[in-house]
């Protein structure tokens, strides 16, 4: 590059310049949208909306969480691009494979790719590993890191659970005080594929 043309770029406005510089370091992101078929206390809800901000943030993807309105049924526009949906349920249906299973990941249903959370059995995790006057902290803790769980699913379709970390299989004391610490992490290759994929769809 030309001492002059370098010049002229060093003395360009910061978002000019950000236009002008290689776009492959933008971080992925995508929307979640949540559907409170439950009725969850703000608290929690609150405290779940932090945890998985906080464990996509360690994997550098960006989340933007939108709360949708279960009176209108949780209505979402369609062709928004990159909106993923999370419902929350009161309890797992009456024919499931696994039924202590905290949520399901089905690879596609209507116009969002969407997962659900089993509320029934993230308070009776809770209920197993915390103190009764914690409950309220354990449930946003284990909500949030069910949900990254079942969007880890969704973001990597191509793979299935590993033997640790946040998408383990089953999670035991271990991986409560994880969670609890903030080490129930995506690991390396898991946020790399959902870096890729998301980034994929972007384009």
Known sequence: MKRGTLLVLLFLAPECLAELLPQQDKRPHFTLAVC????????????????????F??????????????RSQCTM???TPNHFAIVILPHGPDNAVTPDAMGS???????????????????????????KDLTTIGQGIMLG????????????PERTHSLAGIMSTRWDRRH?????????????AEAKAMRTNLLARQR
């Open 77 to 79: 526009v369609p062709g």
């Open 105 to 131: 990941a089905p690879s596609r249903a209507g116009a969002f790719p969407r997962a659900y959370i089993f509320y029934n059995w993230v308070r009776m995790m809770v209920d197993i590993v915390e103190r």
């Open 176 to 188: 409560w005080d994880d969670a609890v610490a903030g080490r129930l992490l995506f690991q390396k």
């Open 145 to 156: 890191h069910a949900i990254a769980h079942e969007l880890g699913h969704l973001l990597m």
């Open 57 to 70: 943030r360690h994997a550098e993807v960006d989340v933007t969480w939108i709360n949708l309105d279960r």
């Open 36 to 55: 409170d078929q439950v009725g969850l206390n703000s608290e929690v809800l609150a405290l779940a909306r932090q945890q998985t901000e906080e464990i």
